[in-house]
């Protein structure tokens, strides 16, 4: 399921490879939230999937289970206006006291910092959170900001032209997978 | 000296003739006329004369306006007598009649010289003021009109507005017909009009300010009444809805002294040009529904409407650059008269015959004016014209100071190439071209 | 979506377009409604509120709607400007380009005001009530109320009743209504309603009754006070007779009609304080509403012209 203009190179995780990786992840969120009032917040959208995932584990091993929230970082973004399409903006859902809550902010893939960034400016608009840790599924490198990620479910090796998709059979894929694509000439 | 123009299509609008051959004329008057083959020039010789070379054109009888604005004295920056000669010959015109709402008004015989005076200077038309029929046309007492047709003055008329006392126009009126004058009347009556839109769909749409064609209505009603109770040739100016023709027609058929005309605007453009709010396209009357223009070009096809005027308006930027309900109604179109009456012509909804007949026969008609038809003894007043050639209305291919017109960027079809009056060409693009 | 350039008015907006800057407003009525009510978002965008018509109400939204999203906004109002000294709409626009403003809300007592200022200056255009043509975000905040509670606007049963031939609000919502598939019917005294407006798809009614009758929004137009000494209709008090809604005529819409109003309110005339106050009036939300609308519409228009 490559986008448009995309070309498939490497599979970076197959389906097996992606429950291994969430499982993983699962056990290092639920170390993070297990004191004191707790959130996971997804950043709309892959990030929402993948803390969607996390939090299905979680309930799984009858771990007791942290809020729920989503966020949406487009109004956040450095970068309006230097796409030409019309950035979508899409629902942020925090349905509790962001004060006083330890924040998981979960993403699907950790590149520059920038999203981060935005989604930490986005989420101290509304409370001042106990802590805020940042879990990904996968880390790809090149920085561009100094953030860094508390919980990383797979740390690859790209090229910075390369695009990295997480691709969750909700989203409609056929199959999870974690796909490197280049861009078609 | 005597010219001979050759290898042209002469139209006689008045007999309908049309016919491929030459005009010659002397001292300001047609000598001969004759035919050819086209392209096998002229087999009986010039006999001497000096030859212009036609080129295929159309030849007609010169136009005469009924109506402009050459704004002097007091709007000079908007134009004057001389720039709206240049922009009447330009045109095809010899003879312009003009607006009395001048500052000072041309409400007397020193008014109505300055005008003449300066339209001689000029050269170009014959400039024929109209005479205010109320002093400073305030609409509270009667102008010199006497002493202005004395002067020379052809006809009276308020410009474009309102006498509300309607007693006085009456008595304005009977007293223009003892000097043999005709009244000029445009209107709309001002109580039932709220703006410079024709009420309809586009205003209901575009929530513009607008008037019902009953303003109309009503004020034709008023002055077709005036020339019944009067006898005073009222010749009623820019009409702009069927219901207005109606009347007309109604009352020509009774034998009332009317003439009429339409503005070439309104044959041309409908309500649909305003909607985009461009000042430009704001006129008065307001341009009126797609069967309203359509009724007016069938009235002018069969003579209803004797003569088309270009209702010409020269407006400063100052005056244009502005919202459309604040901006000053006019354009600038004795120069694009022909062009726009083509474009009828072209379309099928006009015979070149009518047309011409509304440019050069029906306005001479109205004012009395001789001309009006080539053939020997008539006044060597003709316009050549290329009913081909397209241009661009750019501010700089118009004479006129006045730029303001829905056309500027515009392409159109047909334009006069020479213009002549008394035997003298006052616009010449044949041979400057050369 | 393609991006806009001017929001002048809501003729010829495609549904398409209404309802991306619908579903985005719902997103902005979140914003509105957090601890820290501003988002970052239009940071470095200038917006010009010029207002020749005064409207304290329509300013201050779309001011607090440009600031939620921190551009910064300048107020021009026909009072402080030199258009009262004689200067012309143009002059005193370019005068304001110096300034360098990136979206320019415009409310103007003459229609088509908007247009002009469009052909004229490089500015996104945002008219905010043009004469009598349109005011095209009371028309996109109506429909976003009219959404939130009917859920869609298509098929709805919608009323708008009064001075319909001056109303730049009816032409909007007739407009953006038509559009998204809602059907509409018009009330007012015939000195009110304009002609052919049937050719719109719009019923016309010179009574309210049968024009309220199964409606399922019900909204009411201001009498214009500075029209009180025309010729429309004879008095305040026969217009609340015949033409004002009051309990009685509310009980012939449906059940769960909602009652709108764009405000200011003359108690008293068009609408009755109960019906005003009634649990079936949104008034208070569509004032709300406004804000979220015009911050849709200012990052429509505006989010495109940041430079990265």
């Known amino acids: 399921m490559g986008a448009v203009g995309l070309i498939e190179k490497r599979v970076l995780l197959d389906a097996s490879g992606v429950a291994q990786v969430l499982d993983r992840l699962a056990t290092e969120v639920a170390g993070l939230v297990a004191h004191g009032p707790s959130a996971v917040i997804g950043i709309q959208t892959g990030g929402v999937h993948v803390a969607r995932r996390i939090l299905d584990r979680l309930a799984a091993r009858g771990t007791p289970l942290p809020s729920v929230g989503t966020l949406d970082i487009t109004l956040y973004r450095d970068d309006i206006g230097m796409t030409r399409e019309q950035p979508q903006v899409r629902r942020t859902d925090i349905p509790f006291e962001l004060s006083r809550t330890g924040v998981v902010l979960v993403d699907d893939v950790l590149f520059t910092g920038r999203t981060v960034r935005a989604a930490l400016d986005a989420l101290v608009d509304f409370g001042r959170p106990r802590f805020i840790r940042l879990a990904v599924l996968v880390d790809r490198g090149f920085r561009e900001y100094p953030i860094q990620a508390d919980c990383i479910g797979l740390r690859a090796d790209t090229e910075p032209a390369e695009r990295v998709q997480v691709e969750l059979v909700e989203t409609g894929a056929p199959a999870d997978r974690v796909v490197v694509y280049e861009r078609r000439a | 000296m005597r010219t001979r123009l050759t290898n042209c299509e002469v139209v006689d609008p008045g007999t309908g003739e049309r016919y491929w051959g030459w005009v010659e004329w002397e001292g300001g008057v047609i000598r001969g006329v004759g035919r050819t083959v086209p392209g096998l020039g002229d087999p009986s010789g010039d006999g001497g004369a000096e030859a212009i070379d036609g080129r295929g054109h159309l030849l007609a009888p010169s136009f005469v306006d009924l109506y402009a604005d050459f704004c002097e004295p007091g709007f000079e920056y908007r134009e004057d007598v001389a720039s709206g000669s240049a922009a009447a010959a330009a045109g095809g015109y010899t003879a312009v009649s003009v607006r009395p709402d001048t500052e000072p008004a041309c409400d007397g015989e020193d008014t109505a010289r300055f005008v003449m005076e300066a339209g001689r200077k000029a050269g170009r038309v014959e400039v024929l003021p109209i005479g205010a029929i109320t002093r400073k046309l305030a609409g509270e007492a009667m102008a010199d009109i006497g002493e202005m047709a004395a002067a020379g003055v052809r006809a009276v008329g308020e410009a474009d507005r309102w006498v509300a006392r309607t007693g006085l126009l009456r008595h304005g009126l009977e007293y223009a017909g003892n000097f043999g004058l005709t009244a000029f009347l445009t209107g709309e009556d001002p109580a039932l009009v709220e703006g410079t839109a024709h009420e309809g769909l586009v205003s209901t749409v575009r929530g513009l300010k607008a008037s019902p064609v009953a303003a109309e209505e009503v004020a034709v009603a008023r002055h077709v009444a005036l020339a019944e109770l009067t006898r005073t040739p009222v010749h009623l100016l820019k009409l702009t809805s069927a219901a207005g023709v109606r009347i007309l027609r109604e009352a020509r058929a009774r034998g009332v002294p009317v003439t009429a005309s339409a503005a070439a605007l309104h044959l041309v453009l409908d309500e649909n040009a305003v909607a985009g709010y461009d000042p430009m396209t704001k006129v008065w009357p307001p341009l009126r529904s797609a069967e309203d223009r359509k009724a007016l070009v069938e009235a002018v096809a069969d003579g209803a409407i004797d003569a088309v005027v270009s209702d010409h308006c020269p407006r400063g930027i100052e005056d244009k650059e502005l919202e459309f309900d604040l901006a000053v109604p006019g354009a600038s179109t004795i120069e694009t008269t022909f062009a726009l009456l083509n474009r009828l012509v072209l379309a099928g909804e006009l015979p070149l015959t009518a047309a011409l007949r509304a440019l050069a026969v029906g306005p001479r008609g109205v004012l009395g004016l001789p001309g009006g038809s080539i053939a020997p003894g008539r006044p060597a007043d003709l316009v050549l014209l290329d009913r081909a050639v397209e241009w661009e209305v750019t501010p700089a291919a118009l004479a006129s100071r006045g730029k303001n017109t829905p056309f500027l960027g515009k392409t159109l079809v047909g334009r006069p190439v020479m213009t002549i009056r008394g035997g003298e060409a006052t616009f010449d693009r044949l041979r400057a071209a050369r | ?308």
């Open chain 3, 1 to 308: 979506m393609p991006s806009m350039n001017h929001l002048l008015e809501l003729e010829g907006v495609s549904r398409e377009q209404v309802a991306t800057i619908l579903d985005l407003a719902r997103e902005f009525k979140a914003v509105s409604q957090r601890r820290i009510k501003k988002v970052p978002t239009l940071r470095g965008i200038t917006v010009v509120l010029f207002f020749i018509e005064p409207s304290t109400r329509t300013r201050l939204s779309f001011e607090v709607a440009a600031k939620r999203l921190s551009a910064d906004t300048l107020s021009f109002t026909a009072s402080s400007s030199s258009l009262s000294k004689g200067e012309t709409l143009l002059d005193t626009a370019r005068n304001l380009m110096a300034m360098k403003p990136d979206v320019v809300v415009l409310r103007h007592f003459a229609s088509g005001a908007c247009h002009f200022l469009a052909r004229s200056i490089p500015a996104a255009i945002v008219n905010a009530g043009d004469g009598a043509h349109e005011h095209p975000t009371q028309g996109l905040l109506d429909m976003f109320t009219m959404r939130e509670h009917k859920g869609s606007l298509d098929k709805l049963e919608v009323a708008v009743v009064g001075d319909i031939r001056h109303s730049r609000v009816a032409r909007s919502n007739i407009q953006g209504l038509l559009t998204m598939g809602a059907r509409v019917r018009v009330a007012g005294p015939r000195t009110m309603l304009p002609p052919m407006l049937d050719r719109l798809g719009v019923r016309v009614f010179d009574r309210i009754e049968p024009a309220i009758e199964g409606a399922d929004v019900v909204m009411m137009l201001r009498i214009q006070k500075e029209r009180m000494g025309n010729d429309l209709f004879p008095s305040d008090r026969e217009y609340a007779r015949v033409f004002g809604l009051d309990a009685t005529r509310l009980g012939l819409a449906k059940p769960d009609a909602i009652v709108m109003h764009p405000g200011p309110m003359n108690r008293g005339v068009e609408i009755t304080p109960d019906v005003a106050d009634c649990g079936r009036s949104v008034i208070l939300e569509q004032v709300e509403n406004g804000v979220a609308v015009r911050m849709a519409v200012l990052y429509l228009l505006s989010a495109h012209l940041l430079e990265g």
